[in-house]
């Protein structure tokens, strides 16, 4: 039961960065716009996290330090300060868009108007962050995003053309009404929402937490392979469902509301419940992971103390982060900003900042004074070396296409 409970910390990073708020309508956006020509893009950055989240909780059970540290031993403090900005800015509004995600997945279940919902929703994240141990809230937060697997369900339910959804995913193409550049957009999108940085150091913090060793470089990686490419399947079906009610009708997902729709078509009244479950859970991960993540790379960059092992007397300055962060969130949203607009806009800046993160991790993780006899194979270098080309390139192209497609629309 430990060693299956162990896998919770990968299956939580994975619901909350392939599956927050953003992603969840970002996939669905591609389905019915795209139908699954884009489930490629999905399998590369399923691959891509789990090397990079590999090798990020290699370094962690080895030198037992986080990936902040690191990178201000790395790339000094100016370089690491720019990194420290950016992934904070981003990390920043990936929270803001979960709370708000919160708020939209209870307005769905109750009727109630979001912004109320808001401070409600920003206040249980705080309690929980505040008055919860780390392996409850990783344990039943994990176990909860599970219920998502009722879309994979919904898809069979459906009765699709499985040739046609096939055809589309291994044969893809970019549809006749839509054009390269919204196309690539999309890719860009999709790769950075599943490599977004936070994950890596919601990750590796998170390893620190449960006092990761050497011996638990195997328990890091069945976390790994377990977790994301479980959170890839979902964001697969997640596309194809809205590809199967939503392509054949032109209609474009806009909304939270309209993610569900395929679910409740197909299970019905408990269905939608079950969805809806999961989606809270999914935005409520994802908040918790922003909200911690926020609090672990300024403490690490700072050399304060942090981490949820230590009474917040003891990490002061690492909790006031997180409630100071979790109220600019609550400002943001009360404006009547979308949600889900600012999520889809994190995941494009994502791509943006990824390189200033990989390449210290992929650097330490070939260093032998750190990491003594686990550092990287030869089959490993060569497959992060090719991603580094990959984030490189997504990196440079992402603010170019942003402009270029108004930001997708």
């Known amino acids: 039961m430990k060693r299956l409970l162990g896998v919770a910390l990968g299956v939580l990073t994975a619901i909350g960065g392939f599956l927050d708020i953003g992603d969840l309508v970002t996939n669905a956006v591609v389905g019915s716009r795209f139908g699954l020509n884009l489930a490629w893009v999905v399998v590369v950055g399923v691959i891509g996290i789990c090397l990079f989240a590999q090798m990020s909780g290699r370094v962690a059970a080895v030198s037992e330090r986080a990936t902040f540290e690191i990178i201000r031993e790395r790339l000094g403090p100016r370089t690491a300060g720019a990194n420290l900005v950016a992934s904070f800015l981003i990390n920043l509004l ?19 108007e979001p912004r109320l919902w808001i401070p409600v929703a920003a206040l249980a994240v705080w309690l929980v962050i505040w008055r919860t141990k780390f392996s409850v809230l990783e ?9 998502l697997v009722v879309f994979a369900v919904a898809l069979f339910l459906l009765g699709p053309d499985w040739s046609e959804l096939a055809d589309q995913a291994l044969s893809p193409t970019v549809p006749g009404d839509e054009g390269p550049a919204l ?4 890719a860009i999108a999709l790769f950075g929402a599943a490599m ?5 150091f919601f990750f590796s913090s998170g390893a620190r937490e449960e006092r990761w060793t050497v011996k638990d470089v195997a328990q890091s990686r069945v976390n790994v392979f377990v977790g994301f490419p479980f959170g890839g399947v979902l964001s697969i079906a997640i596309a194809a469902c809205a590809a199967v009610v939503f392509l054949p009708r032109s209609v474009e997902v806009s909304s939270l509301s309209q993610i569900v729709l395929p679910v409740a078509l197909a299970g019905g009244k408990l269905a939608l419940a079950v969805v809806l479950v999961g989606i809270v859970a999914a935005t409520f991960g994802a908040a918790l992971e922003t909200g911690l993540s926020s ?17 917040p007397s003891h990490a002061a300055r690492f909790h006031l982060t997180m409630i100071i962060a979790l109220l600019v969130a609550v400002l943001v949203l009360m404006t009547s900003v979308d949600p889900i607009r600012v999520t889809e806009f994190s995941v494009v800046f994502s791509a943006v900042a990824l390189p200033l993160t990989y390449l210290p991790i992929l650097l330490v993780a070939n260093d032998p004074e750190y990491m003594g006899k686990h550092v990287n194979g030869r089959a490993t270098n060569a497959l992060a070396l090719v ?5 490189l390139v997504a990196s440079l192209a992402a603010i170019p296409l942003l402009i270029a497609t108004g930001g997708g629309s």
């Open 94 to 112: 990936t929270l803001t868009a979960e709370v708000g995600g919160i708020a939209l997945a209870l307005q769905l279940a109750s009727s109630v």
């Open 139 to 147: 344990n039943v937060t994990g176990l909860l995003g599970l219920t």
């Open 183 to 186: 196309y690539w957009y999309y």
């Open 295 to 311: 609090g672990y790379t300024l403490a690490q960059f700072f050399g304060w103390s942090w981490g949820k092992y230590r009474r």
């Open 196 to 200: 977004t940085p936070y994950e890596v």
């Open 387 to 391: 991603y580094l080309v990959i984030i």
